[in-house]
């Protein structure tokens, strides 16, 4: 016999004067190989259409149905019922602005992120529309894939200890992007120049080490690795700064 599951769900809209924030209780039948992307399709199709939740791919491709299921970040897509426990609370993802329910706003965070950390190839070669590829390394190449794999869900930034208490700080999906052009042969800045984005407290120094971005990212994308990388890169080239004085 299939079982009941209870779902408590976080319900508010910001652009409604009457909503105010709480938990509402549904019940619905599980079925073989449910997820939560369906479960919350048919909550919406079946019991309530007001629900607000996120969704494109169902394969988690595209990042957008990021939530908090039962006090842990991650891809509703990704998340079978049946690993669940027979009652189950979902959460908006923390940090992102709120949209409405279980929908936050991570594509704004993304591009002023994407920005800050100046995310595309730096070099004064110019562009020749004729020209072959230029051949890589194919270490180099699977290295870059590697950390390309990122589908901007925003679960390390919700996890991080240090993004939920400062605004200021960039998170790992930022430092993990500045990894990724750090090791492409293809990006012309010196290590003085990302020193210049993240070797601060906004930045790989801000990081307290907890590691719970690399323990909720649906990727499994290896962000120890890329921290560790970065805080040598730029504690090697803090102190040749100041040697250099």
Not at 147 to 165: F, K, M, N, P
Not at 201 to 213: E, H, R, S, T, V
Request: glycine share 6%; charged share 25%.
């Amino acid at each position: 016999m299939s079982r009941l599951l209870k779902f408590n769900i976080f319900r508010y809209n910001p652009e409604d004067t009457q909503s105010e924030p709480h938990m509402q209780e549904f019940v619905l039948e599980e079925t073989d190989s449910m997820t939560l992307f369906i479960a919350l399709n048919r909550i919406r199709e079946e019991q309530d259409p007001s629900l607000q939740f996120d969704f494109c791919c169902r394969a988690g491709i595209c990042g957008s149905c990021g939530m908090v299921i039962n006090g842990r970040p991650g891809l509703a897509c990704h998340t079978k019922t049946r690993d669940l426990p027979g009652e189950i609370t979902l959460l908006p993802l923390p940090v992102f602005k709120l949209v409405g329910d279980l929908s936050v706003d991570t594509g704004s965070w993304f591009r002023e992120m994407y920005t800050a950390t100046e995310s595309w190839i730096h070099t004064d070669k110019e562009f020749d529309p004729t020209a072959l590829e230029e051949r890589m390394d194919n270490k180099d190449a699977v290295a870059i894939y590697e950390l390309e794999r990122c589908v901007e869900c925003g679960c390390c930034i919700s996890a991080c200890g240090t993004a939920r208490l400062r605004d200021d700080f960039i998170g790992a999906a930022a430092l993990n992007r500045v990894a990724r052009f750090l090791i492409d042969p293809r990006d012309q800045r010196s290590e003085n120049d990302y020193y210049e984005i993240i070797g601060n407290d906004m930045g790989i120094f801000g990081c307290m080490g907890l590691l719970a971005c690399e323990d909720v990212c649906p990727k499994h994308l290896p962000l120890q690795n890329q921290l560790g990388f970065l805080r040598r890169k730029m504690g090697i080239t803090s102190l040749k700064r100041i040697f250099k004085k």
